[in-house]
C-alpha cells in the first residue's frame, strides 16, 4: 500500500461520510486522482463500504452503455466482398460512458450505472474511465462479455459499417436499478442511453417524476427507438437526431419546416426540452416557454473521426443546462463540443475541461 492510499484510509476511518472533494483539499491532490485511488482500494478489498460515495454532492446519474470502442480505418476506397487494408485504435467507449466521462472532464461529479463482463475489454474501460466518474455502480457478470462497438471508417473518417455487441445491457434491469435507488434518489440529473431495455426506461421515468429529478434520454440508434417509454410525459430533455426521430414518427424531414415540425411533436407528448441534430444543417432546440430555434451547425474543415460527436453534443447540452444557460447557448454548446471533437482522434476529445468550453464559445461569438 502506497503513503497516500494509507492517508486516505486513514481519513476515511476517522469520517466514513467524508467526500472525495474534502479528500482532496485535505491531501493537496485533485478530486479526480483521490477517485482513482479509492477505486484503487475497493479493488484491493481495503475498502468495502460506500458511505463516503453517498455523503457526496449530488452526482449527475449515467446510466446505459460502457463498451469497447473498435475502429478500423480503411486506407484507400472502401471495397465490399475483398480485403482492405486498414489500420486499427481501442478506446472506452459507449454513450452513457463517453456522456459521463465528457461531464467528468467538465468539472461535474457523475456516477455511472452499467452492466459489463467480468474481462479484459472492462478492465481497460475502467482504466480509462476512473479518472472521471465513480464506477463502484456498475455491475459485474462473469458469464458475459463486455459490451462492444466496432466501427469500419473510410478515409475521410465517415462511417461505413458497425458492428455492435449490446447484449450485456440487457441486465440493465428495473431490479438492479432498484439497488442504487439511494444514489438516484438524491441525483442532480438522471441520464439514459436506449441500450437500456425498455422496462428500465419506464421504470427510470416513473422514478424521475416520483422524486422530482430531471431525467434526460438520449437515443442510441434508429433501431431502438423502439424502447422509448409509451409514456414521455415529464422527459426532462430528449437529444436525438433526425434519423431517430423520423423512425420514431414514420415521417420524413426534408426542410426546416418538417424539422420544426417534427420537434413540436415531440414537444406535444409533454417532453419539456427537445433537440433534433442533422449533420452539417445544425439543431433545433425548443421547448414550449422559450421557442425553436435553429443553430446552425460550426463548419469543420477536417473531420478525423466521427465517432463520439453526438455524445459529445449530448453532454454539452446536458452541462449547460444544468449551469442555467439559454436553449441558444446550450445548443451552440453542443455543437461547438461535437465539431471539436470530430478534430480529435478520440472518442471523447482529451483537451475538454469547463475552461476551454468557455474559451471555445466565446471564440465562435
Known amino acids: 500500500?502506497?503513503?497516500?492510499?494509507?492517508?486516505?484510509?486513514?481519513?476515511?476511518?476517522?469520517?466514513?461520510?467524508?467526500?472525495?472533494?474534502?479528500?482532496?483539499?485535505?491531501?493537496?491532490?485533485?478530486?479526480?486522482?483521490?477517485?482513482?485511488?479509492?477505486?484503487?482500494?475497493?479493488?484491493?478489498?481495503?475498502?468495502?463500504?460506500?458511505?463516503?460515495?453517498?455523503?457526496?454532492?449530488?452526482?449527475?446519474?449515467?446510466?446505459?452503455?460502457?463498451?469497447?470502442?473498435?475502429?478500423?480505418?480503411?486506407?484507400?476506397?472502401?471495397?465490399?466482398?475483398?480485403?482492405n487494408p486498414i489500420f486499427s485504435t481501442q478506446n472506452a467507449g459507449g454513450v452513457a460512458r463517453n456522456i459521463a466521462e465528457n461531464l467528468g472532464r467538465l468539472g461535474m461529479e457523475v456516477s455511472l450505472i452499467s452492466t459489463s463482463g467480468s474481462d479484459k475489454d472492462w478492465s481497460f474501460i475502467e482504466e480509462s474511465s476512473a479518472l472521471y466518474m465513480n464506477l463502484e455502480t456498475v455491475t459485474q457478470f462473469p458469464?458475459?462479455?463486455?459490451?462492444?462497438?466496432?466501427?469500419?471508417?473510410?478515409?475521410?473518417?465517415?462511417?461505413?459499417?458497425?458492428?455492435?455487441?449490446?447484449?450485456?445491457?440487457?441486465?440493465?434491469?428495473?431490479?438492479?436499478?432498484?439497488?442504487?435507488?439511494?444514489?438516484l434518489s438524491r441525483s442532480k440529473c438522471i441520464m439514459v442511453d436506449l441500450n437500456c431495455p425498455k422496462e428500465s426506461i419506464q421504470f427510470l421515468c416513473h422514478f424521475a417524476k416520483s422524486h422530482d429529478l430531471p431525467i434526460v434520454i438520449v437515443p442510441v440508434s434508429a433501431p431502438k427507438m423502439k424502447r422509448l417509454p409509451d409514456d414521455l410525459n415529464g422527459v426532462t430533455w430528449l437529444i436525438t437526431n433526425r434519423d431517430e426521430t423520423e423512425t420514431y414518427f414514420n415521417i420524413e424531414i426534408r426542410n426546416e419546416e418538417d424539422w420544426k415540425n417534427a420537434l413540436e411533436k415531440w414537444l406535444s407528448l409533454g417532453?419539456?426540452?427537445?433537440?433534433?441534430?442533422?449533420?452539417?444543417?445544425g439543431s433545433m432546440i425548443g421547448n414550449k416557454e422559450e421557442g425553436i430555434f435553429h443553430i446552425p451547425s460550426i463548419e469543420t474543415k477536417e473531420i478525423i473521426d466521427v465517432t463520439g460527436a453526438g455524445d459529445a453534443f449530448s453532454s454539452a447540452v446536458i452541462y449547460s443546462w444544468l449551469e442555467g444557460k439559454s436553449l441558444i447557448e446550450i445548443a451552440k454548446a453542443g455543437n461547438i463540443n461535437a465539431s471539436k471533437t470530430l478534430q480529435s482522434p478520440y472518442t471523447v476529445r482529451q483537451d475538454l475541461s469547463a475552461e476551454k468550453l468557455q474559451k471555445d464559445m466565446e471564440e465562435i461569438s
Open 1 to 83: 500500500m502506497t503513503e497516500k492510499e494509507q492517508m486516505i484510509l486513514d481519513l476515511i476511518r476517522k469520517n466514513p461520510y467524508v467526500s472525495q472533494q474534502e479528500l482532496a483539499e485535505l491531501l493537496g491532490l485533485s478530486r479526480p486522482s483521490i477517485a482513482n485511488i479509492i477505486s484503487g482500494l475497493i479493488r484491493k478489498g481495503s475498502i468495502l463500504g460506500r458511505a463516503y460515495i453517498l455523503s457526496e454532492s449530488q452526482h449527475v446519474i449515467c446510466i446505459g452503455g460502457a463498451n469497447i470502442d473498435r475502429k478500423f480505418h480503411i486506407k484507400e476506397k472502401a471495397q465490399l466482398g475483398t480485403s
Open 143 to 183: 458469464e458475459k462479455s463486455t459490451g462492444s462497438y466496432s466501427a469500419v471508417l473510410d478515409t475521410s473518417g465517415e462511417l461505413v459499417i458497425a458492428l455492435a455487441d449490446m447484449e450485456v445491457y440487457e441486465a440493465i434491469t428495473p431490479e438492479l436499478l432498484l439497488k442504487h435507488d439511494l444514489l
Open 271 to 281: 417532453i419539456t426540452n427537445v433537440v433534433i441534430t442533422n449533420g452539417k444543417k
